[in-house]
């Protein structure tokens, strides 16, 4: 790649780094450090259900702290390859952050709509209770400030800044139709869920506070097509649906769900030795 979708001329450094080699190169490092760490992740949970052994509990907190550090680098250099590189002129050195914190705050949402989904369920119904919902309605209000805060950031440094070649990416994505997805965005990607999630009441009641959540996963989706979208000039006009974009989230999202769905079924619902449930019968 020597030159952006607008015609202007890559630096050296880009040329360098976003050549398609190195491209691909990154990304199965991306896959080999995730794939890695949840296959442990999950193979020594699933050890310390069988055992009780404390010791898997040790080596899970062991691994989860470098763990997330790995994390944090691969996602922020994984969002500049896959989503700010299709615009390679531009750049922002908050946007990992930001994709971050979407992933977060959608990961969230999953688990509020599973939890309230099997809340009736066994095991589950001799641990969940209204304060543990008021706590999963408090991390969502937390992610859904930080994605704010630091959306509003980048926006706000951009347009302090006034520079023709950072304006330009608002520009693509505040025009046409797009602007109509951003206000969409403004309104139930942040204003509708903070001020719900404000509410004591919501928070505890596990239908209600599913269905903030199951919202907040519809607009993490608008979100990120969003950024994604307005890059290619065919499409900065505004939204143009076409049915492989269907196609690509009901595949890609099927796989995932069934994936997610068969795990689900194969492993108990809370660990079985954890010391916070002793006292409780978890395995009838």
């Not at 080999?32 to 907190?61: H, N």
């Not at 903030?212 to 607009?219: I, N, Q």
């Amino acid at each position: 790649m020597s030159e952006g979708a607008d015609g202007q001329a890559l630096a050296p450094f880009k040329r360098v780094y976003l050549n398609p080699t190195f491209f691909a190169a990154r990304t199965v490092v991306y896959f080999a450090a995730w794939v890695t760490l949840a296959a442990f992740l999950e193979k020594w949970s699933a050890d310390e259900d069988r055992t009780g052994s404390p010791e898997y509990i040790r080596r899970l907190q062991n691994l989860s702290g470098p763990g997330l550090v790995i994390y944090g680098l691969t996602v922020t250099y994984a969002s500049v390859d896959w989503i700010m590189s299709l615009e390679p002129t531009w750049f922002s050195t908050i946007y990992g952050m930001i994709i971050m914190v979407t992933q977060a705050l959608a990961a969230m949402a999953v688990v509020t709509v599973t939890v309230a989904l099997l809340h009736d369920r066994k095991p589950l119904t001799k641990i969940l209770s209204p304060l543990l919902f008021n706590d999963f309605g408090n991390l969502l209000f937390t992610f859904t400030m930080l994605w704010a805060y630091l959306s509003f950031s980048q926006y706000l440094i951009i347009w302090s800044g006034n520079l023709p070649d950072e304006t330009q990416w608002y520009r693509s994505r505040a025009s046409g139709g797009w602007a109509w997805v951003a206000v969409l965005l403004i309104v139930f990607h942040f204003a509708v869920p903070f001020v719900l999630l404000l509410m004591r009441f919501i928070k505890r009641r596990a239908r209600v506070l599913a269905a903030v959540a199951a919202g907040l996963m519809v607009m993490s989706a608008v979100d990120i097509y969003w950024l994604t979208v307005p890059a290619f000039a065919s499409d900065r006009s505004g939204p143009s649906f076409h049915w492989t974009d269907g196609a690509a989230w009901l595949g890609i999202g099927g796989v995932w769900l069934w994936g997610f769905i068969t795990y689900l079924n194969r492993q108990p619902l809370v660990p079985l030795h954890d010391p916070r449930f002793r006292g409780l019968v978890l395995n009838d």
